[in-house]
Structure formats: structure tokens, C-alpha cells
Nanobody, 123 residues
Framework: QVQLVESGGGSVQAGGSLRLTCAAS????????LGWFRQAPGKEREKVAT???????KYADSVKGRFTTTMDYVNRITSLQMTSLKPEDTAMYYC?????????????????WGQGTQVNVSS
């Protein structure tokens, strides 16, 4: 059974940093791609970053240069390092996984989701 557990959310002032982690279990870690998503109240869910099964990351324009995602294949933890945080980064953040042995195709739907962790950035 695939399980994803996020942690690391919290409250920070604008310009600060937070590191989110997503602990994975129940599947072959190296055959899955991970994604980070966020949803603010009243807004649609936004894809923030993805990381392919080979560790190749991609970022939304809104976070490019500020966020970095990495995979730890030994401990099965995916991280999202967030720096230079802005109030508009405030949201519930989710990690998600999808089986992708041949890489992450555009428009791929993620099948497994964590419970989310809240990030609040004050001005």
C-alpha cells in the first residue's frame, strides 16, 4: 500500500525558508515520480514541482529559483526546500506519487497523495 507522509510545514516571515519532506513507503521508490502541489483557500490546486524517477526536477515559474526538490533514494524521502518565501506561497502543500518507469509524461495524473502540510508566510 502506497503511503506518503508530509512534514515540515509551519509559519515563517516573508523572505524566510522552510523544508518540506515526504516520506514514502509501500512501493518501489525508484520507479515512481513525485510531485509537489499546493492549494490555497479559494484557489485551484497548483503544481509546484515534479521530480522524475531519475531525480530530474521541474518547477513552476512561480517558484523557479526559490524552491528545490530532491530525492533521497536511501531513506525514501523527497524534499522540497523553499527559500525567499512570499505571502503568496501560503497554502496547504501536498506530495503525490505516480508509477513512471519510463519518465514523467506531460499531463500525467498523480495517483497517490499525502495528507498535506500547511505553510503560512506572513508579510
Amino acid at each position: 500500500q502506497v503511503q506518503l507522509v508530509e512534514s515540515g510545514g509551519g509559519s515563517v516571515q516573508a523572505g524566510g525558508s522552510l523544508r518540506l519532506t515526504c516520506a514514502a513507503s509501500g512501493y518501489r521508490y525508484s520507479s515512481y515520480c513525485l510531485g509537489w502541489f499546493r492549494q490555497a483557500p479559494g484557489k485551484e490546486r497548483e503544481k509546484v514541482a515534479t521530480i522524475d524517477s531519475d531525480g530530474t526536477p521541474k518547477y513552476a515559474d512561480s517558484v523557479k529559483g526559490r524552491f528545490t526538490t530532491t530525492m533521497d533514494y536511501v531513506n525514501r524521502i523527497t524534499s522540497l526546500q523553499m527559500t525567499s518565501l512570499k505571502p503568496e506561497d501560503t497554502a496547504m502543500y501536498y506530495c503525490a506519487a505516480v508509477f513512471c518507469p519510463y519518465g514523467l509524461a506531460p499531463g500525467t495524473t498523480f495517483d497517490y497523495w499525502g495528507q498535506g502540510t500547511q505553510v503560512n508566510v506572513s508579510s
